[in-house]
């Protein structure tokens, strides 16, 4: 007991300092193991419009961070409209994710649904090593753990990861009535819901944000970063004003976005372009009187700046729009993925080459999915680990391979990832940085651009803090020689 109350004491106090959401999802999802008596493992899928994502897991489960779950397969429906706390057997789970729990030592899981105003916004996942039915204890400690989360959600503080969406959809237009002295007559669920302020709070006294004039509109930003428009129109045969509030936050995400998009491109393209302009002026005007050396190092300089331009102007055209292009399914194939690992490290500018320590042994088991696409991904992952890294510090590349899964790592000793942006990283055009003093160039398109070839070869990719400093890259694909569809998502 003192055990339990020294961990959930710890944990009260990491949501006290304000630690990040992440970072006390992922705290809470070990704390569940370690209290679920004989637990293995542990995880939390958090979801959103997008689907259903691993992003904290513990023990047996490690593994599958960042692996995507699909909301609408048969389980995880039962467990989103069923009791709070349900037994699933593994013959519940698709047949290559049973055999891998099976391969682990898995033989029962516990989950318990995290609801929010009435929407799932995450499950909670127990493994045991046993089959037997759960006691009363193993339930006691996910119904605790479940009401720790769901606590978690509802006071936000930077939960739910994927935090570009509300929790809670707003149902419909937010409409209050004020009267002519500018306090609140009437107000609507909608505008409890939209303004985080229930009648018994706003009826009776001012609005909570500015009312404009008749037929005005105005956009406006509420103190947890949100906006609102509000439009104010007469009601007829009285004093009184008609105040419609919807939240544009989307909206205004989307506009900041593509003002991101277009400050950031324009600057990383001034740069290759300028460089090759300086170069070809520099041969067209001088050519006979620089030595042989000189054009040969022009030239060559031309040719890598030419090739960074290149990868710069295929990544936005591949995440432009709504990144459809890079969703469909991949024509997957068994290729040696050691193999195409070497290549892609050959095929990398001779600068970034030279950094990485390669551990790659000859019997790895083939992969199933795009050979073509591991230079793409192994470039974006080493370019990312060199640029934030020391000069000269090593990058290391080495190979996993599991009973269904097989792929690498990258790890490098550079200035790490926040626990809080491990899964923001992935966002398009998100930047740890902002303004314009960011020390590290880029578009915000790498990572994204991963993830999306990864996943569409039934893979997942993930991220992690390096225990010695720095950060941990890790991408997952099935094993050819488990046939096709093994390691897919839920």
Known sequence: MEGLLAE????????????????????????????????NGAGFVEYSSAGGRVIAASGTSVWALGRCVDPGHPLIVRLMSGDPI??????DLPTGLAEHMKDVGVCQMLASKIEVAGQVVGTLHVY???????????????????????????????????????????????????????????????????????????????MPVRVPTHGQVLDQRLPDGRWLQVLA???????????????????HRREQARDLFVTVTSHELRTPVTVIKGYADTLADHWDDLPEEARRDAAQRLGQRSGELARLVERLLSAVGDGSAL??????????????L????????????????????????????????????????????????????PVELSTLAEARSVGFRVSDRGIGLAPEHVERAFD???????????????????????????????????????????????????????????????
């Open 8 to 39: 959930l004491t710890a944990l009260t106090d990491m949501v006290n300092a304000g630690a990040p959401g992440l970072t006390v999802v992922q705290r809470a999802v070990e704390f569940t193991q370690s209290t679920a008596a004989d637990a």
């Open 86 to 91: 349900v037994e699933v057997d593994l013959a």
């Open 128 to 206: 045991f090593p046993d089959a037997a039915p759960a006691h009363a204890g193993r339930r006691s400690a996910m119904a605790l753990s479940a009401s720790l989360l769901r606590h978690l959600y509802m006071d936000g503080q930077g939960l739910p990861v994927y935090g570009d969406e509300p929790v809670t959809a707003m149902p419909a237009d937010a409409i209050a009535v004020v009267n002519s002295d500018g306090t609140v007559r009437s107000w609507n669920e909608a505008a409890a819901t939209v303004t985080g302020r229930p009648a018994a709070t706003a009826l009776g006294r001012p």
């Open 233 to 251: 129109t007469d009601l007829p045969g009285t004093e009184d004003q008609l105040v419609t509030l919807r939240d544009v936050t989307q909206a």
């Open 327 to 340: 969703g469909g399914p991949a024509a997957s194939l068994p290729f040696d993925l050691g193999e195409s």
């Open 342 to 393: 070497r290549e892609a490290v050959r095929d990398l500018p001779v600068e970034i080459r030279t950094t990485v320590r390669m551990d790659l042994p000859d019997n790895l088991p083939k992969a199933l999915g795009e050979r073509a696409t591991i230079a793409t991904v192994l470039s974006e992952l080493v370019t990312n680990a060199v640029k934030y890294a020391d000069p000269d510090s």
């Open 428 to 490: 398009r055009f998100w930047q740890a940085e902002s303004g314009n003093h960011r020390r590290y160039g880029g578009v915000g398109l790498g990572l994204y651009l991963v993830r999306r070839l990864v996943e569409r070869q039934n893979g997942w990719v993930s991220l992690r803090p390096r225990e010695l400093g720095g950060t941990v890259a890790e991408v997952r694909l099935p094993r050819a020689d488990q046939g096709p569809g093994e390691a897919k998502a839920w």
